[in-house]
């Protein structure tokens, strides 16, 4: 098969509950998220990448296999891009429809040392209005059952992860809010 390029991969992983082991929110455990992003290409040399990949990669990642720009608007990284994603962050609109002006939406940011899931309203006057719901030290516990949102001292360690979801959050209002406001 010259000139063809198969690429294997899925959209999440295992969705499986944990509960009460682990929280109510099941779609931010590693397990959800490790999923295979095969290529096989006869130009293609192969590895196993460590680095952080999101979803939103793979667009960028396809462009360059076939020598097009990805258009403006993606926000991915080309799995061959020498960059590093530090932060990785994800959202989650509920189950059913993603009714982002009456449900909160479920926001997680992690690194390689802490894990920070928040449940967030995205129509609302008050602003960056969150509820922390569950905090994992990745590095002392990478079963994430040992939820940490209790401890305050691990609270303000996960400070920056809460301020790349605020940014991430105000994004959302203004590219997918009604009137460019809460």
């Excluded at 992983?13 to 290409?41: A, K, M, W």
């Excluded at 940014?167 to 009137?179: L, Q």
Aim: hydrophobic share 30%; charged share 30%; with cysteine.
């Amino acid at each position: 098969l010259e000139n063809t390029t198969l690429i294997i991969t899925a959209d999440h992983g295992c969705g499986t509950s944990y509960y009460p082991l682990r929280g109510q929110i099941q779609n931010f455990h590693d397990e959800c998220y490790h999923v295979p992003f095969i290529i096989i290409d006869q130009d293609v040399t192969p590895i196993i990448d460590k680095r952080y990949h999101v979803t939103k990669d793979i667009m960028p990642t396809i462009a360059e296999l076939i020598g097009v720009k990805p258009p403006k608007s993606s926000t991915g990284l080309s799995v061959f891009s020498e960059k590093n994603r530090k932060i990785v962050i994800q959202e989650y609109m509920g189950p059913g429809c993603p009714d982002m002006y009456r449900r909160e939406a479920w926001m997680c940011a992690f690194d390689d040392e802490w894990k920070l899931f928040i449940k967030v309203k995205l129509n609302n006057e008050k602003g960056f209005d969150y509820k922390i719901e569950e905090i994992f030290n990745r590095r002392k516990d990478p079963l994430e059952v040992d939820n940490r949102k209790w401890n305050k001292k691990d609270v303000r360690e996960c400070n920056y992860l809460l301020n790349a979801l605020e940014g991430r959050w105000k994004e959302i209002i203004v590219n997918y809010s009604r009137d460019g406001k809460y």
